[in-house]
Nanobody, 123 residues
């Protein structure tokens, strides 16, 4: 059983920064591509960023490119999302996901998900 636990969410003013973390347990972490997704109230879950198994390739949604950075530490079974220059429209529940494909933006290709962490950006 693969388990993912996110942390690091919170309330921040526009222009501020947050760093999300996701710890994975249960299987060999380095065998999974990892992704971050988000879901705002009343909206579908959308892709934010993804990273390959060895961290050599990354992929971002256009809406966050240049502001967010995804990284991973396979020795710590962890993936991170550094979020800078946050905007009110970044407000959402952020989920990390693990998949055997990727890095890809299609959420249906990720088989394991965390419970999410709330990020709220005030204007």
């Amino acid at each position: 059983q693969v388990q993912l636990v996110e942390s690091g969410g919170g309330l921040v003013q526009a222009g501020g920064s947050l760093r999300l973390s996701c710890v994975v347990s249960g299987r060999t972490f380095s065998s999974y591509a990892m992704g971050w997704f988000r879901q705002a109230p009343g909206k579908e879950r959308e892709f934010v960023a993804a990273i390959s198994r060895n961290g050599g390739s990354t992929y971002y949604a256009d809406s966050v490119k240049g502001r967010f950075t995804i990284s991973r530490d396979n020795a710590k079974n962890s993936v991170y999302l550094q979020m800078n220059s946050l905007k009110p429209e970044d407000t959402a529940v952020y989920y990390c996901a693990a998949g055997e494909y990727g890095p890809v933006s299609n959420r249906r290709l990720y088989g394991y998900w965390g419970q999410g962490t709330q990020v709220t950006v005030s204007s």
